[in-house]
Each structure stands twice: as C-alpha cells, then as structure tokens.
C-alpha cells in the first residue's frame, strides 16, 4: 500500500514542537542554565556541551531547553542561536553571533526590557560594525562608527571602547574633522574580532545584575568536515575551533553541540558534558506520530495499515539513530515499488538517493568491511576496499560515508548509520 505525498514530513527538521521523550537530559540541560541564571557572578560563566552521534537528537534537545529558558528568561537574557554548519571559518561564525547579539539587544530594549540602554545597543552595533571588516581605512572605518556614539556614554564599564581605543586608537566619540584626519589602516582579523565580542560580553553583563547572554553554538563539528581527510586542512579548522572555544572566556552562557568524534581533544576543560545515545524503538514511533500530526489524515491511515504498521515496528528496531529511522521510512514511503519483503532488501536503492556519486558496486565492497556494523575499520584496510586509490576515500569522507573515530586523528573509521542497512541479513533480522 503506497503512502500519498508528504508535504510536511522533513527528517531534519529539529523543530522544539517536535520533541519527544529524554525528558530527564532535557531537565539536566534546563536545569545546568537555570541555576547559572540564578547564581550569577561578574566574572564567570557556564558552558556546557552535548554530544552524540550524527542524528542521534542533540539540536533538537538543545534547542527546546533553550527555547522553554527564553520563554522564562528572555525579558532580560539575550538568546544567540548560531548553526555552525558550513560556515568554513571562525569568522563568518563570529560575525553571526555579533549580528544576532546586537538584534537580540534591539529587540528587549524595543519589548521594554528598561535594563537594556540605547547605549549598550550601540555598544553591540560597534561590534557588528568592526564584525564587517578585514583590513579598513582608520578614517572610512571612524564615519560608519559614528551613528553609534551612544556606546561613548555607556555609565558602567565601558572594556569594548576601552579596548579599542588602547589597540586600534579606535574612538566612536571622535569628531567630523578628527574623523577624517585619520590616517592609516587597521587590521580586524579573527583574534580581534573574538577579543571584541568578549569585551562587549563583559560589558553586557556589569550593566544590570539580571542582564544576560545565552549563546548556543550547534554543529560545530560541520565547520569543514572534508578537512578530516587533510593534516594541514584539519590543523586549520582546529584552530578555528579553539578560536571558537574561546569565546568561553566571556561570562555568559554557551551551550555547544557537537558529534563524539569531533570532541576529543577540545573539551577536556569543560565539566558540564552529555553524551545522547539514540532513541529506543517505543519513542522512535512517538517521534513519528508527533511528525506527522501535520499532515493529511490519509497518509496517517495508511501508515496506520498492518502491512506499514509492521514495517514501523523493523524500522525502529533496526535504525541506529532517530535520524535514520526518519530518513528509512522517508525513502520506502515514497520509492519502494514492492512494498513487502525484507526490509534490507527494500532499501537497496537508498543509496542511489543518499550517495549518488558513488558506485553502488563500490559502496557495496566499502560497506562489507563494517561487518558488523558497528565495527571499526583502520585507514589502511579502508584504502584495500577503495582498490588503493586516495581519490575514491576523499569521495567517501566527503559524501560521509564512513565517519572518523577522531576527527584530529583520523586513523580509523565507521560506517554511516545511514548504510548500516547494507550489512543486516536479507531475511530481515537484526
């Protein structure tokens, strides 16, 4: 019985409304921010971190504790969310998070949120000005700073114009002629736009004691994946990581999501961490009813039927994480023909889908070595399966379809929980 079109049904939407079960994780999360909101001092923060496999349900969690936390607390924390993936670089993050920092500014000073002044809203504009520059003219950079000279009359603290006047001789109380008697140019790279961020940070919280800042930075992992496969690449995109970390300085709240194996070497300071493990197969078809509450009363009756009802119950035994259990079903529902048989069987063109640039001869012979396929497989046996060719394994970690144990050292691999239905028996059984 085939299943009308879905219009709404997306297996990566992390919509909060979406959220089912792990109701303990989300009171950890909850709570961790919660208590930090309540016991602030000047100059300490909060960072905590999820971690967990590739679809295993950590932005989802994140974001609907964040999103119950803003409902209570947004009035005067400010909420930054940022999603790290394919960003490519330190800097187009960085400057989203002074872009969204300064609307979220905006937007409580406009709500009647009193401990948000005009001055520290032109505070944060400076931030995301300097945010929009490399290399600039003193004098060019000067007449676009100055439409926020409020920020020079910020009563308490003050460290961003501070630290900007001592490094740069940059001073947004300057004059039209001293403006444009500037000479010279300045250079705004990564370290000092992250510098600057933590200066406004500061400056944020010493103006009221209830005034916060709550940044979440999701997918961190997805900076550069490609970079796995590259030493010199990698050692960039670690860099530009702990660049990131840094921010961590800052006293405010971070709440950071990133995959296991991306982890490794980068959080040994942080105390607050959680490791998600997948869902069990009772809550995987919760997610689904939740899912698919939008849309059309016939396609619920047909996966209602006893033919599809059974195909449900394998699938939540057989997928590794919520992700593929949504991502399988997506794929039988609109393209398996046969609709009966094996389950394995029935996904065999998945991967047409999935990874189209490769073979299927060649994904087949890649994929036996995962056997079983939680099994972790060296470099060196990986490059047989490719038939020696480097070329072929930069186009399977590209396509991510095998995974780095450790991303900063990358010696072993995993097969994609997404083609782990290549290596289950064709009878069906797990």
């Not at 070497?265 to 919760?286: F, G």
């Not at 087949?364 to 056997?371: G, M, N």
Request: contains cysteine; proline residues 4%.
């Amino acid at each position: 019985m085939s299943v009308p079109l879905f219009f709404q049904f997306q297996p990566r939407d992390v919509d909060p409304a979406l959220f089912v079960d792990r109701s303990r994780q989300l009171r950890w999360l909850e709570g961790l921010v919660t208590h930090y909101l309540y016991n602030r001092t000047v100059d300490k923060g909060l960072v905590v971190a999820v971690l967990g496999a590739k679809g295993v349900g950590k932005s989802i969690l994140s974001r609907k504790a964040l999103g119950a936390l803003r409902d209570k607390f947004g009035r005067y924390v400010a909420f930054v969310t940022i999603d790290c993936r394919r960003k490519l670089s330190q800097r187009k993050v960085l400057r989203e998070i002074a872009d969204s920092l300064h609307q979220e500014l905006a937007r409580m000073k406009t709500s009647g949120a009193s401990e948000v002044t005009p001055e520290l809203v032109d505070t944060a504009a400076v931030v995301k000005t300097i945010a929009s520059y490399t290399h600039v003219k003193l004098s060019t950079l000067h007449e676009n700073l100055a439409v926020f000279k409020n920020a020079s009359n910020l009563k308490v603290g003050g460290k961003l114009l501070d630290f900007l006047r001592a490094e740069f001789n940059i001073a947004v109380s300057r004059d039209k002629q001293e403006r444009q008697a500037l000479e010279g140019e300045v250079l705004l790279d990564d370290t000092t736009l992250r510098e600057s961020l933590i200066q406004l940070l500061r400056d944020v919280r010493i103006q009221d004691p209830k005034l916060d800042v709550i940044i979440y930075l999701d997918n961190i992992d997805e900076l550069d994946h490609d970079a796995c496969n590259d030493a010199s690449k990698r050692e960039q995109i670690r860099l530009e990581t702990i660049g990131l970390l840094d921010l961590c300085r800052a006293p405010v709240g971070f709440v950071l999501n990133m995959r296991s194996y991306y982890a490794s070497s980068l959080l040994r300071d942080v105390d607050n961490t959680y490791t998600l493990e997948s869902l069990p197969p009772e809550h995987m078809a919760q997610m689904l009813q939740v899912r698919l509450a939008g849309e059309r009363e016939e396609i619920r009756e047909v996966l209602a039927s006893d033919q599809w009802s059974a195909t449900l119950e394998e699938l939540s035994r057989m997928a590794p994480t919520p992700l593929v259990f949504l991502r399988w079903l997506k794929y039988l529902a609109e393209w398996d023909e046969v609709g009966r048989g094996p389950i394995a069987t029935r996904l065999e063109g998945y991967n047409n889908h999935h990874v189209a640039n490769v073979s299927p001869e060649q994904l087949r012979v890649v994929a036996r070595i995962f056997d079983p396929p939680a099994r972790t497989v060296q470099r060196a046996e990986l490059l047989v399966a490719c038939d020696g060719r480097e070329a072929m394994l930069s186009q399977l970690i590209h396509a991510q379809v095998v995974l780095p144990r450790d991303f900063w050292e990358p010696n072993e691999f995993t097969l994609d929980p997404e083609l782990h239905y290549m290596l289950i028996p064709s009878e069906g059984t797990p």
